[in-house]
C-alpha cells in the first residue's frame, strides 16, 4: 500500500492492526468467535471485516489485488536499510526495477542515475544498503520477536493437556536478534497440542511436523517451533532447546558429574558458554539485575523537542510505575530533524519543571541530550550546562569520521565535568545501521577516570550498548544506566530490553547505577 502511495493514515491503521494482533492474549479466531472484535482498540469495521474474510478464507480481495498489482520482489526492496517507499515506487516505475539483484545491478551499471535526485553518492549509498541488508537478512530484532513469542506462548497455555510451556531458544536468552521462535511445552496430548498450535490465527503455514515437534511459518515470514514432553521430561527439554549449543555442549561435560540441578540455576540469559558453568559449578554465579531493581529513567523526551507527551505526563507515567526519580533530556539545539530546544527554550523548560516539581510525587531532573560536535565540544555553553541537574552527550551527527577522530570526540566529551552520561555510544540502529569505528577501551578508560557513565539503551532498535560492550564496561567498574531514551509514556515499557542486555552482560545491581536510591543518585549527580 505504502509502494503503491495509499493514505497515510489508512496504512497506519493496517500497521497498528498487526500488532495489536501479535500481543492479543487469546487467539483472534476465538474473540471474532464471541463476537468481541469491537472491543480490540482500533478495529474498526474495515478491519474486522478483513479478520472475518481472513479466518473464513484464508486471505482478503485487498491483500490478493496487491499482491497482483505488486511484485515481491519490489515489497521486498521495502526491507533494505534507508530506501523508503518513495524512491522504491521511483526504481520500480520509472526503470521497471522488480528485484533487489536488479536493483544492484542498475546501481553498479550507473542506471539509477537516471532517475531525477539520484546522485552517484546516493547511489553508493544504496549499494552500502543492500550488502547490510542481506548481512542482517533473516534476523529479528528481539523487540519484535519476544511479544510474537509471547503471544504465542500465552496461546498454547491454554491449550488442553498443557501444564507448563515456556519460550526457549534465543528468545529466552534475550539475544538483539534472533532468526526464529522456540517455544517447549509439557503436555499429556501431544498430538492436540501440536494440531492447535499450526492453527493459531497468526500461523501462514505448516513447514514440518512429527510426533514431538511442529515448525511453523508466521504471518510475516517467520518461523515457530514448538517442541513437546510429557510433564516427566519437561525439565530436560526445556534446557536443552534454551541454551546455546555451545552451552549445551560443555553443560553435557559437566552434567556428568551429577551436577545437573546446580546448573539449572544458570540464568537464562547468560546460557552462551561465557563462563557461566564454572561459575556455577563454583558457586560464584551473580545475581543479576532485574528490572524490579531499576529506581528511574533519565533518558526521556517530551513534546518540546520530538516526544509525543508533555513533562508532566511523562514525570506522572514514571511515578506509575513505581520510579523515584526521572530525568527530561530532550534534544538540543543542532537537531533539527529532533525540533531541538534552543538555550532560551531550553530556558524556559527548566523553569516549567522546577514550577512543577513539588506537585508531582516524583523527582523530576532537569536535563537535555546534547549533541557531541564533530570536534567533541559540546551543543550547549558550559554555562547553561551547569545550569541543568543532569545532562547527556550524545553523537547524532557527524558520525562517519575516522576510529581516531570518532574517539578523541567522545573521550573530550566525557571529559567535560558537566557530562553525567554517553548515550547510546556506538550509534549504531540494529539491523539498519553499523555502530561508528572508536576505540572502546579508550573511551571505557576516560569513563571510569571522570566517573562518567555509559547508557544502556533500552529502545530495541537501539539496545547500545551491547551485551558485550556493557559487560567490558561494567567489568572495569563503569557505572552503566539503563534508559528506555522514551519519546511517549508506553515507551517506558522498553525497560525490560535494557535489562535483558544488562543480564547478557552478566552486570548486577551494583553494576546499574540507575538501580540506586535517590540520595545516592543525587549524590553521584554533585560529584
Known sequence: MEIQGENAFKIRAYRNAVETLNTLPEPIAQIAAAGRLDDIPGFGDAIQAKVKDILGTGTTALY???????PAGVVEMLSIPGLGAKTVRQVWQGLKIESISALETAAQTGKLTELPGMGEKSVQKILQSIE???????????GDALPLAESL???????PGVSDAQIAGSVARGQETVANINLVAATSSPAETLRSFTELPQVGSVAASDAHFARVVLHGGM????YVAPSSEFAALRDARIGSAAHNEARA?????GSVEILRAIPLEIR???????????????????????RGDVHAHTTASDGKTTVEQMAAAAKARGYEYMAITDHSQSL???????????RAQIAEIRALQDSLGIRIFTGSEV???ADGSMDFDDDLLQELDFVIASAHLHNNQDKDAQTKRIIRAIENPNVDLIAHPSGRIINRRDPFDFDFDAVVAAALRTDTALEINAAPERLDLSDVHARQAGAAGVKILINTDAHSIENYDLMRYGVLVARRAWLTPHNVFNTRPLAEFEAWLRR
Open 64 to 70: 490478493e489485488r496487491i499482491k497482483d498489482q505488486v
Open 132 to 142: 547490510r541488508y542481506r548481512r542482517y537478512s533473516g534476523r529479528i530484532r528481539i
Open 153 to 159: 506462548i500465552a496461546a498454547v497455555q491454554t491449550f
Open 223 to 226: 518461523e515457530a517451533d514448538l
Open 253 to 257: 561435560a559437566a552434567d556428568r558429574d
Open 272 to 294: 552462551e558458554n561465557g563462563g557461566e558453568i564454572e561459575a556455577a559449578l563454583a558457586g560464584t554465579l551473580p545475581t543479576l539485575v532485574t528490572l524490579a531493581d531499576i
Open 336 to 346: 533539527y530533524i529532533a525540533n531541538g530546544l534552543t538555550p532560551d527554550r531550553l
Open 371 to 373: 549533541d557531541i560536535k
